[in-house]
């Protein structure tokens, strides 16, 4: 049989798609050794009711997908490739969509098979412990009564909002359909980007004020990574605005025109989020320049002490050398006042000098 | 209940939108606790007669809204949650659009939806103790023959002049329904950008010449400062364009022909807007070179005044040193004239060294 | 009476546009006190004649406007509001196109109107005492036999030529209509920016021996000063651009099929403008990176002779201190070569340290 | 004769077409002297059966072409001008076609002929004993029945994958038509990009931290060589974007419907390398604004020494020159603790000196 | 008579347009007084036969035009005005269409009249004696049985070899139309932009080994030259590729459906000079960054040297001015081994100077 080598590109995961052994066939999956074991959670409901059911296997949601009531099949890790197979199998899905569901990341689309829409979006989660924040792919595959959503990892969800509206009836959500959830899910998504802008926008200002004051390379390196982090942000948003807004465009049957009308109000969020990522990129590319003139204002400032000291000394400490020489002839060291007068030569030239550079301002502190 | 979390980044509120939870159900109104209180304005006219009203409450400007004559209804600030559903119910506001209205800041777009347009606009006005400027969003909502606006505050407004028009019957206003009044207020809105860039160019000048003549640490911060604002100046009117491009170019049925006409010529003038913001960014992050260059000329003079006053006095400091020392044997010593000859010595150094620089041009001072 | 605040930017007058109070109504005219006495001279010819008229009032121009001849109506300066005001009733003038015509500038562009075409160009002409450029609005109204200019000022005018041509019935201007003379003016408009443009780019050629062979401070400010008016010249010439476009594309009444062709001939010269526009924006930009670099190679260069001569010098300077010391036993200062040998042990180091900088080339002069 | 005069250029292959003496005949093909001897290898297959066979000259693979089994034909190296022309009349190939095939390398792109698709696409390939890749032209003319591929050389090809699919049957490849081999061999061509794009990205990272803790003249060659293969890599995926768009959006009928999901989600991946590169590039570019920062840092750093150095020592040694004078009256050098005075008044000014410094946060090593 | 005021931009003839006196009379000519005087060469030619003959007046061609065999009529310097107009009168030229093809340089375009197609282009030859390229425009009129082709100088012409082909009968142009003829001729002029970017090329990567190596100023003015030259390149080849993109698209009758795919190489060829061009253009522009950089690390270097030096001396020399100083009392100085004593004391200090710079790394040659 075929090995599969699968790689993937270490740096920080960052900036990498996936990608296999060029030549594979189409449609071969690649499981990490250090995937997550599968969690499979039905949510099933209607205007009256609503019930969670953990599943054992995924053919146990056959018998919801098909009632008039929307069935939220909610998996949670993918690392057991006969279980994704199944999957594929209960779902119907084609083989690509399944490569695209599980070789993450993709970069985010929409494609619409028979009666099924595939999304493709990228969820960004914060990080707690240290700056930056994690990103993970969720797949959403939208049915007439059914929503399937594929999550990399069972941590770091931003749906739990979601779950209390169906749970407890608030808003609309229970008297809609499948394609409702989408969009809310959809929403939350996108919603979840403005923490880590917000946070960014923090780290930003405590950057301009560092950068101005007291700039270290340590600021250098942290201006870097923040321009790198926005980098990964943009990618990671901006395929999103194509695919709400293809959406929103092609009309499918599976969307109703009411929750269309939603979507443009998701839309504008991407174009918000897109807006922030931009305006962010060119501050920190601003702070670039800044850092740079900030680094040469230092340099400035070093060298106006040091040519102030040597520019005072070096003419008097040449006066105190020619009359430290040993000539045998030389009147002034026998005058009685001699040595009192070379004193007073010596602090008119400093006066001098020193009224000289203030002059030209070199005394104060801003310049 | 669920426990809504807002929040708001503090980066001087400059570049964020507003957003809440992710997940949260959609229409959700958030009232920010410092938010003024509603102050509730009619100014109902037509040609023949005008008057203005202030409403108790939200419902006391229904018997005017089905009437022929123009009704302007506007609301400044929203620190009452409940008022603002009343006022949803009374104009029957889309739950969308009134989370649009009160959730601010919210990107300036036009709507239509069932009678009704809604654009929501970005106005801003000079500060005038400290340089900057601040922004407010208005949002508009245009029927047949009525005209809600919202406004954040009560201060800060740039509509006195048309409120003036009305009252005085200057103009053609009077005479014109409720969609010339959307009109003159789009483009005192638009307007009101000029004064802001007009103190933007001031500013520019000056930084200017500061640049060249005595560049400083707080000029940097000041050009950073100048190019984040234009920044946030751009980010406020581009979307203008395409909404007043929208309306221009969707006819819708509440905006006459007639109309049009003079949204044209609003549309002019925030690509005149557009124009004057994109000229001012190049020119300041042209500064930002000047600046470099600039601190890298001062660098250059002080580097040579202190190799000037070391190159004149090393050599002659160092023979100066020769004749201190305490060899048995140094012949010069014994001469009667040595003393006076290493001085004529020591003096033709200086003038040829002096000579050389004077050659090179160091002594000019504008290199 | 509302008091109209005009305002308009000190800024050398050159990035601003006009505005007036945000508010007021539209079509309020502006007219500075220091505008010039209204002038108003009538060209009338056909094939067979022409007449040159100077007019007492605007009334005088009525009869000649239905005649078939060609009537041209040249107004230069509009400093008497009255006069305006009659202008727009004698020409029925929409009172949107009074303001754009008379609250100069605008932004350049084309509206038709019932039966008029109107057109607001830019004219340049370069300065003779100083460096730079004048601008001025020029505003064309082209009916179906007669065109009116409007010219903010009476001196710098680039029509000269086309009014012989007319005199002397040169080419074949009198055997055609209206259209034509409005071409005429434009293509005179377009090609009026050539000479200015060969000023910068003269200007640029001089820079650029100036930034290599000596940068100074002055050198920083004229890249900078040609900078900031190339983007003034692009802002002039941009817009007129899409204006002629316009003209081309949307075929008008007014406009026949013949002159198209010409107009094609003048849209060519509007691209080469804004090619050369643009190519000396990226010859100016480049200069600033040329100037850094260069400076940096003096500061090089400076410090190269700072450290050549204290390096040089540092060393023996010690050596004669160390002889300089009063040790009781220091048995060198007895010998009697000692001090000969202290003087060739010095010469030695200098040799040395000058074989080792001239090895390093430090003593070539390009590097 | 015509003597064809052939050059090419001579940077390293890099970014350089082909090109011939302006003026030559098109259609006339250039054989370089060191290219390989042209290699023919058939595999014919159907879904029962699979055969490989090494042909001995082009017409051999005639029977083949017109069969219902899929005949790829694929040609390595061609060094023999005679050889190729009969391959262009055994496949009928336009002069143009022969042309592009064989004078490489040419753009990327496609082009449709009677019956035929051409596809000119770019492989790379990782080097394996030093930095960088190489690329080669691969050619695709694609018949109903024949899949026809010229490569440069008979090394570096990225198909073994597909030719192992064929051979074992892997997937449905042996089911399909020439169109999905096609495909297939596209797919591998894109994916080959990947583990060249992970080289670059770990490339990027080390350069990351060296730029940062010790940048070398050496750091900046490297960043500026990963410049200049990101934009040869750039130039090699940038045109197959739009080709392989144009195979999905002008739907040929040598390719099925169903192969068109595939080329869907093959352009998604180009996409993405695209995407990749750009990344790549802008972290490229930001790395270089690093560069001159952190290099100005340790310049700062080396100044700093400098200063605290001579600051200290400057004023003292002027001190002990001072009492090496030789006035006859100096009352200090009588004094019996003079010497122990001096001493403590040196001592003071050093403390005094290092206290200022460290103050201002010279002596802390990040700034 | 009109004084027609020629000017024409000094400036190494780079960058200017053609322009004359605003408003003088469109169809003017100018005619510069070094131009060439005008040599008119005729070829005729069918699949049987072909004829060169040079034609002492225009008048001479017209028996040729009409025929049925291709007639080239080839005009080399335009230093007469009335030949010119008897071309025009001869070929029936529009005068705006005299005008561009004499008043060189014009953009390159594609125009189409009555029954004739012409096409400006811009040819290129690179200097032999020095460094950069000539430009020269080339005019090309196609009628159904002619082609007129207008050259500015009779040297530096790139279509020998396509007189060779129709001489020799070499390939099919002998058996095909005017419209391959004018085919091969543009196809020779966009071939030979490609040895001109070879040169550039070349030069790149010339100063990409010295700007490493040993920046020098005149480095410096080598980029900036590059970076000129470049510009003047694409602007010659960029509407080259809007012209040749009309002729395929705009199906004129002068043009067989043969001949377009013909074109359609040439425009993939146009495609590749544009594609070296941005890419040599971004190269110089990392150059010059790259130089920054470099210059900025020899100042390092420089800068590291003085330290070095200063920092070992200073101390010591202080030392030894202490035992210069003529207290009475200085204990040291009676001591036996006190010489020895101090002179211990300095080379420990020098020793710890030098480990602290080696630990730093400052002897490393690379840093």
Not at 218 to 245: D, F, G, M, Y
Not at 281 to 287: K, Q, T
Not at 325 to 339: A, C, D
Request: with cysteine.
């Amino acid at each position: 049989m075929v090995k599969n080598v699968f790689s993937r590109q270490s740096q920080g995961e960052d900036f990498d798609y996936f990608f296999h052994a060029p030549g594979t066939s189409p449609g071969t999956l690649r499981i990490n050794d250090d995937a997550a074991p599968p969690k499979l959670v039905l949510i099933d409901y209607n205007a009256a009711e609503a019930q969670r059911t953990q599943l054992e296997k995924p053919e146990d949601c056959i018998p919801y997908l098909d009632s008039e009531s929307v069935s939220w099949v909610d998996l949670q890790g993918f690392g057991d490739e006969g279980v994704m197979h199944r999957i594929g199998n209960v779902f119907q899905l084609h083989p690509l969509v399944l490569e695209d569901v599980i070789n993450v990341p993709q970069r985010p689309k929409v494609e619409e098979y028979d009666g099924q829409l595939v999304i493709i979006a990228q969820m960004v989660v914060l990080k707690t412990s240290t700056a930056g924040f994690w990103s993970e792919q969720v797949s959403l595959v939208l049915g007439q009564f059914y929503l399937l959503t594929v999550q990399e990892e069972p941590e770091h969800d931003c749906f739990e909002q979601v779950r209390f509206r169906i749970r407890s009836n608030k808003g609309s959500i229970r008297q809609r359909g499948a394609d409702y959830l989408a969009y809310a899910l959809l929403d939350a998504i996108i919603d979840g980007f403005f923490p880590v802008l917000e946070d960014y926008g923090e780290r930003i200002e405590l950057l301009e004020t560092e950068v101005i004051s007291k700039p270290t390379p340590q600021t250098l390196e942290k201006i870097h990574q923040v321009r790198r982090e926005l980098l990964r942000l943009r990618r990671a948003i901006w395929p999103q605005r194509e695919s709400i807004n293809t959406l929103i465009r092609d009309a499918s049957p599976l969307i109703s025109h009411d929750v269309q009308i939603y979507l443009r109000d998701c839309y504008d969020h991407v174009i918000q989020v897109l807006d922030m990522v931009e305006t962010y990129r060119e501050l920190a590319s601003s702070l670039m320049d800044v850092y740079l003139s900030s680094v040469s204002n230092r340099m400035n400032e070093i060298m106006k002490v040091l040519t102030v000291i040597s520019t005072i000394f070096i003419p008097i400490t040449f006066i105190v050398g020619v009359y430290g020489m040993n000539f045998k002839v030389m009147p002034e060291l026998e005058w009685h006042w001699g040595y009192l007068a070379v004193w007073i030569l010596m602090l008119s030239i400093v006066a001098g000098l020193v009224y000289f550079f203030w002059r030209r301002g070199w005394f104060r502190t801003d310049s």
